[in-house]
C-alpha cells in the first residue's frame, strides 16, 4: 500500500518517494459525545442529543537506509511533511495485483513488481501530533525502520470526496452513508431561474426555503444556510432561514416552485 498526502496548497506527496511501503491503513468510527445532564431526585439523565467529533487514522509502514545518515535525512523529510500544523489530506492507495490468482510455484520472482496501488474513494482532512520512528534491525547491510502515526480528522469527522460542482434536474444523487448537514459542510444550492414567480419555495425532500421576493427569469439565487443572495444581494430578511440536509439512503428530491437550472457548488460524499 501507499499513502497520498495532499497539502492545503494543492501539492501532492507520496509516502513511497520516501522509501516508505505502508502495511496497515486502520480507520476508526467517527467518536461519538452526547450531552446529558442528572437532576437530583430524578432517574437517569435529561438527554440532549449527540454528535459525531471526530474519527483516528492509523498507519503502519517500513522503509531502509543504507546508513545512519541516509536515514536521518529521511527522517527530517518525513517529519517535515507530516508534522504539518496547518493539515493536510490523507488518501490511502490500497494495492491489487495485476496478474489472476495463481498456484503456488507456478512463477518466481517479480511480484512486488507486479502490483498496482489504487486510490481509495475518500479522502481525510487531518493532522498527526508526532509521527514516531522505530529501528526493526539490520537486514542484508541495510537499517530497517519502522514508521507509526496515528492522524485525526480536523473538521469534519468523516471520509469526503473532492468538491465538485453538479446540476441536478430532479434528484441531489448523495452516495454518502452520513447526512451532509449544509451548517456543517458548506455546499451552496445555485438556482438560476429562467421563470418568474410572486416568492420562492425551494424544496429538498421535506426541508423547504421560503422567500417572500419575486423572482424574474435570469435570477440567480445562492442558497448556502446561512447566507441567502438574489443576485448578488443579500435576501436573509426575506427568507425563513431554512437550510438542508442530504440524507444517505433518500432521495433528496428538489422541488421548486420557479423553473431554472440547479446547481450543487461544493457537493461532497460524506463517509462514517
Known amino acids: 500500500m501507499d499513502l497520498l498526502v495532499e497539502k492545503l496548497d494543492g501539492s501532492r506527496y507520496y509516502l513511497s518517494q520516501y522509501k516508505v511501503l505502508i502495511t496497515e ?17 430524578r432517574n437517569g439523565n435529561i438527554d440532549f442529543g ?13 522503509y531502509r537506509a543504507n546508513d545512519m545518515d541516509e536515514e536521518e535525512a ?5 517529519y517535515a511533511l507530516l508534522s504539518d500544523p496547518n493539515g493536510y489530506y490523507i488518501t490511502q492507495l490500497k494495492t ?9 510455484g507456478e512463477t518466481s ?18 493532522y498527526t501530533e508526532a509521527p514516531e520512528m ?3 534491525g539490520n537486514v542484508n547491510g541495510t537499517l530497517l525502520y519502522k ?13 469526503e470526496t473532492p468538491p465538485t460542482e453538479i446540476d441536478v434536474s430532479s434528484n441531489v444523487p448523495y452516495r454518502g452513508t452520513v447526512p451532509c448537514n449544509q451548517l456543517e459542510q458548506g455546499f451552496t444550492v445555485q438556482l438560476t431561474a429562467t421563470g418568474s414567480a410572486s416568492s420562492l419555495s425551494f424544496k429538498i425532500d421535506d426541508a423547504e ?7 424574474a427569469a435570469g435570477d440567480v439565487i445562492l442558497l448556502n444556510g446561512f447566507s441567502y443572495t438574489q443576485n448578488g444581494l443579500s435576501i436573509v430578511s426575506k427568507t425563513n432561514k431554512a437550510y438542508f440536509i442530504l440524507q444517505p439512503d433518500k432521495p433528496n428530491r428538489i422541488t421548486c416552485n420557479v423553473p431554472g437550472a440547479v446547481r450543487i457548488l461544493s457537493f461532497q460524499n460524506l463517509y462514517a
Request: charged fraction near 25%; aromatic fraction near 10%.
Open 50 to 62: 449527540g454528535w459525531h467529533t471526530d474519527k483516528t487514522i492509523d498507519i503502519t509502514g517500513y
Open 134 to 136: 522505530e529501528l526493526v
Open 96 to 104: 491489487t495485483p495485476s496478474v489472476a490468482m495463481e498456484r503456488p
Open 25 to 41: 491503513f486502520e480507520e476508526s468510527a467517527p467518536s461519538v459525545t452526547r450531552n446529558n445532564m442528572q437532576l437530583d431526585q
Open 74 to 78: 529521511l527522517r527530517e523529510k518525513l
Open 209 to 215: 426555503l421560503t422567500s417572500s421576493n419575486a423572482v
Open 109 to 126: 520472482g517479480g511480484y512486488y513488481d507486479r502490483l498496482k496501488d489504487y486510490p481509495s474513494h475518500k479522502r481525510f482532512l487531518v
Open 147 to 159: 514508521l507509526t502515526a496515528e492522524f485525526k480528522t480536523m473538521k469534519l469527522p468523516y471520509g
